[in-house]
């Protein structure tokens, strides 16, 4: 059976953008939630300036109350030194850096330039390989940018081999404002394969235009096996008016299973967790299959 890695992002690229105070414990008692339903790499938090993200201003709490469990990853963002070390300290064994393939975009959302912000990552992977930690890449803007419009396949290549030189274990290819189509996702896949392994790339789709699944699947046929996701569909950028969130964890795991493939994820319990977080934030699920499933499902009160 085909292998695919699901890598949760929901506690971080969901929560971020939330504009509504959420407690620290709401957001452990999520995590705690994805990994019981067999999630095994949880994006648990952002090591970023709280004045730019307030919501991840409790990075430092969340790592300290993590139920660690065996076997499960929780990497958070980094985005220079300073958030490395601040992780370091909080017992982050994995981080991952965040670059852009859009200049107005890495400028609105790390405040510098491309070759800037290479230039802040290559200590930060330098102090990582000295403390034993791995370092993920994103690359945001991979199809389209909020400010500059289409981002050309040749510039995403670019960027991302960058951060596979600088020793990325892996390479997450945003479409920040899920403006991909299986056409235009694939013209940058086959640019980006040309400088990493397509082994160690990553898709990371929001569904900002219904195309989201249709991405991953487009994207699996390609050869790629490990897909970031949402439960219930949280998110959306700060940087990126309109954009929603990514895609669903539920909709990924439904689509894979489809396909024969293995996420090792327990979809009901899943279900269950997207419907309890988004209980928590006071609105509807956005996975289909959660709503699909929910309506299955006989009413508590045995309506
Ligand atoms: C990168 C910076 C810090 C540059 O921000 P800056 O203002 O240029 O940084 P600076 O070095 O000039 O420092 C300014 C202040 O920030 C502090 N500072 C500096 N670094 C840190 C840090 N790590 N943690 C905490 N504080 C920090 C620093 O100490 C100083 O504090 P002050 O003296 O004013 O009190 C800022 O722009 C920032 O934090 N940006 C974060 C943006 C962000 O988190 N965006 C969302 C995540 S990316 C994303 O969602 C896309 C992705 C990954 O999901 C893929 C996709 O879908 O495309």
């Known amino acids: 059976m085909e292998k695919v890695r699901i890598v949760e992002v929901g506690p971080r690229d969901g929560l971020q953008n939330e504009k509504q105070a959420i407690p620290t414990a709401t957001k452990l008692e999520l995590i705690e939630r994805l990994a019981a339903a067999g999630l095994r790499d949880i994006e648990a938090t952002s090591f970023v300036s709280p004045k730019w993200v307030p919501q991840m201003a409790d990075h430092a709490e969340i790592m300290a ?20 070390e601040a992780a370091v300290a909080a017992g982050v064994t994995e981080v991952a850096v965040f670059a852009a393939a859009s200049e107005a975009f890495s400028q609105k959302n790390i405040n510098c ?11 930060v992977f330098e102090a990582a390989r000295q403390h034993g930690v791995k370092v993920r890449g994103y690359v945001s803007c991979v199809v389209a940018c909020p400010y500059d419009g289409a981002i050309a396949p040749d510039k995403v290549a670019e960027v991302a ?21 299986p056409a235009s996702v694939l013209r940058m896949l086959e640019a980006v394969a040309t400088k990493v392994p397509v082994a160690q790339l990553a898709g990371h789709y929001h569904d900002t235009y219904g195309m989201a699944a249709a991405n991953v699947y487009a994207s699996y046929q390609f050869g790629v096996r490990v897909f970031d996701s949402s439960v219930a569909g949280l998110g959306g950028c700060p940087y990126a008016k309109g954009a929603t969130g990514n895609v669903a964890t539920e909709d990924v795991v439904y689509l894979l299973q489809g396909l024969g493939a293995d996420t090792g994820v327990d979809l009901q319990r899943l279900v269950d967790c997207g419907a309890w977080i988004s209980e928590q934030l006071g609105r509807a ?8 499933l929910l309506a299955k499902q006989p009413a508590a009160n045995g309506a």
């Open 65 to 84: 109350g993590l139920q660690r469990r065996p076997g499960v990853n929780y990497p958070v963002l980094a985005p220079n030194l300073k958030g490395f």
């Open 161 to 181: 081999a960058r951060l596979h030189d600088l020793g990325s274990y892996e390479v997450s290819l945003g479409d920040t404002i899920g403006a991909g189509t």
């Open 113 to 123: 330039s491309i070759a800037e912000s290479i230039n802040r990552f290559a200590p």
């Open 285 to 292: 699920p956005q996975s289909r299959v959660t709503r699909a």
